[in-house]
């Protein structure tokens, strides 16, 4: 079955802050979509409307069409991971998982498949509140699997794990989409999450910054910037500018130059037998193409920090 | 942590609606998982039922009752009690009262009229009875002489009486437990009260007058089984005196011996035998009491006659016995046997109102509701599992209770007092429901005020504390029998396994098995507060962001 996301003019105030404003986009099946935003960007809050937790003021959020509140077994429809420690400590991992299988109408079998699966057969009889972060985030998927959904929603899946819990939840993620699912990973560190989402919906104080693939966001981001290593900086800056670029200086001897391509460049230079050592076309990566989307978004700013100024602390 | 091979399958082409007709029976497994699958959880409903049989246990254990008869060897317990009389509707009885007596065959009458009734009592101004301190004039409010219509001499025996009262006017009263109003106020010389039974059959009908001309029936009874030949005549009776204080922070009762004298006058017995003469007897030792020295101690004679005037002087009383300061027994209920149920009540509230508090704590709230998200369903089931579980172990307690206490009581020398078995089924069960019910009601609190701590000292400062407070006579007993009505304790009324009888001074404390409310009623007012509160945790569950 079909069970796109599809999140539309979602608004929702908590007191002063407005925490959704217009938040509107669809998660297709058979993709990883990345959800990212800077913290407070509203993305735990637009999950939790998504399932039914938190009542938006305005709009609606469905999954396959039907809003989840009239879901009678939700979790065979769209699996969720809010919160891995959302846990009762002193019940362990196997009890925790039966009682969610009972309330889907699963039995004891489905359980053990998905410890399994998330690879807590060893510990699956312990109390869960002696789990550390990783185990919890495999104890919240195996949770998550339980109704064998086709849809799964995952908050912030790769705090707290290891490198090697990483990867496995890379190729977890990419399996479960390969296998034809909706795939929705929110995470406030877009590194995260390059290599593993298709498609990215970005966020930024409650709604949608941008909503695109990751090659096309990142073809935007990388624009046509080149670096150039000349010694006849002035003539090299006069030459290019005729032709239409911005040139900017940016160092002794270099010059960096938009709106032209580097072929265009070294084309140009030749022509004009202006010499030049070096020229390297600049391919953005995916963390600068969010950091560059999200700069007007971000919630929080650090306020700056002078080194000198630290260093002007007496002794 | 080793990395596994990943291997998903296709999701399944399931519709998110699963089988119909299971869906709460689906949440109500989940909630008995979540509920077994905590070990101090179900340590906690273990701990309920052992506080309230340990505590039951321990309260009989602690009674000892010693004697010693006649320079005899010294006895203990159960060789102390004396005869025990039953009434013909199977209740321990009192029936201790000096009659004056002729046998009465067949239909007759009996009318005499009452001209005064005196009595005696210790003398209570300074703190409790002692053996042989004085004895000064006054009457108990229950102090009576009159006429009677007895089955037999036998103690427990049926009979009918009309008589005049310390300070309740007239009253006829038959088998114990009957007891009709006649003319109000008190006699005297100037105000006598003329009596008259007369007998039928199995029926006694009874009058009043003021003047021996005009009389007025006050009421008719069927002793069933009735011989033929019965015992008509003139008694005195009087139960203990009874003193009690209320004072800011307590409550005290202090009872002693008293006597009652009634003189009569214009006695006639209508169908009596031809020949028979009038015999006096103490019916179970109820001749004047034995107080001290004094007009009416140990010397009084106990019937006099003079001319066509009668004085007749008795102590003890015709009525059913009843726990407290002047009862004649050591006596206990079996709701006694269960006073451990409000310690119990403790343990149950506290993991009743953890079992849902303690979801907000961890946030594993959202993981419920993103299950269920009926939320209605999951406080509903929260509420049947969590008072199914102590259904199940407030019976085990309370059958336990009685089944250790109980015998133990006996032993030591007290006297259960009995009540039908379906008032001890609505005793041992009403206990289990009322820790059901309270279990519930501190689920709803758990899920309104969403913190352990909050929902906790308000379940045990509604459900417990008023019992203690007014058990421990922290609060005058007027305050304590309000917080036994309006709080959530006064479900604690369904414990109460002996009728309350307006004609016996009883003391009617918590302590002794009295509740302010009737059983069911008092039940009800809990059943009420945790209906509120599961009404209120609804609204909010529905309302507010999980």
Partial sequence: ?315 | MTTQAISVPRPEAGSGDGPRGRGFGSVLRAEWIKFRSVRGWVIGMILAALLTIFLGAFAAANANIGCQINGGPPKSGKACLPYIPHGPGGEIVTDSFYFVRQPLTGTGTITAEVTSLTGEHANLSSGPAQVGSSMVPGLAEWAKAGIIIKQSTHQGSAYAAMMVTGSHGVRMQHNFTGDTAGMPGAISAAHPRWLRLTRSGDTITGYDSANGTHWTQVDTVQLTGLPSTVQAGMFATSPGYTVTQNSFGGTSNNGGPAQATGVFDHVSLAGRAPGSTWTGTAIGGGGPAEGGPGPGGGGSVPFTRNGGSYTLTGSGDIAPVTPGPNSPLPTVTIGQSLAGAFLGLIAIVVVAAMFFSTEYRRGLIRTTLAATPRRGAVLAAKAVVIGAVALVTGLVAAVISIGVGVPKEENSGQVLLTAPLLTEVRVIVGTAAMLAVAAVFAVALGAILRRSAAAITIAVVTVVMPFLLTALNVVPAGVGDWLLRLTPAAALAIEQSIPRYSQVTAVTSPVRGYYPLSPYAGFAVLCLWAAAALALALVMLRRRDA
Avoid at chain 1, 146 to 159: R, S
Avoid at chain 1, 256 to 270: D, N, Y
């Fill in chain 1, 1 to 315: 079955m079909q069970a796109t996301i599809e999140v539309s003019g979602l608004r929702k105030r908590f007191g002063p802050t407005l925490a959704l404003d217009g938040m509107s986009f669809t998660v297709q099946p058979g993709q990883v979509t990345g959800f990212v935003g800077p913290n407070g960007a509203g993305k735990s809050t637009t999950m939790r409307v998504i399932l039914g937790l938190d009542a938006a003021d305005e709009g609606k959020a469905t999954v396959g069409g039907t809003s989840y509140a009239s879901l009678r077994q939700p979790m065979r429809v769209i699996g969720s991971l809010l919160d891995a420690g959302a846990l009762q400590p002193s019940r362990s991992a196997r009890n925790h998982l039966l009682w969610l299988a009972h309330s889907q109408g699963l039995d004891a079998k489905r359980v053990d498949e998905v410890i399994e699966q998330a690879g807590l057969q060893g510990v699956a009889r312990r109390r869960a509140g002696g789990y550390s972060l990783g185990m919890r985030q495999r104890l919240g998927i195996a949770a998550a699997m339980l109704g064998n959904p086709a849809a799964i929603m995952l908050d912030e899946p790769f705090n707290g794990m290891d490198p090697e819990g990483i990867v496995w939840m890379r190729g977890f993620l990419r399996s479960l989409a390969a296998g034809g699912r909706v795939v929705l990973v929110s995470s406030h560190l877009m590194s995260e999450l390059q290599d593993t989402a298709d498609h990215l919906v970005v966020v930024g104080r409650g709604k949608v910054i941008a909503d695109t693939t990751v090659a096309s966001l990142l073809a935007a981001a990388s624009g046509d910037r080149v670096t150039l290593r000349t010694s006849a900086r002035p003539q090299a800056k006069a030459v290019l500018e005729n032709a239409g670029a911005t040139v900017v200086a940016s160092g002794q001897d270099v010059l960096t130059i938009s709106g032209l391509a580097a072929e265009r460049v070294v084309a140009l230079l030749s022509a004009l037998a202006v010499p030049f050592s070096e020229v390297s076309a600049h391919r953005a990566t995916l963390e600068q193409a969010y950091m560059e989307l999200t700069k007007q978004a971000v919630e929080f700013r650090p306020a700056g920090f002078d080194a000198d100024a630290a260093q002007e602390v007496p002794q």
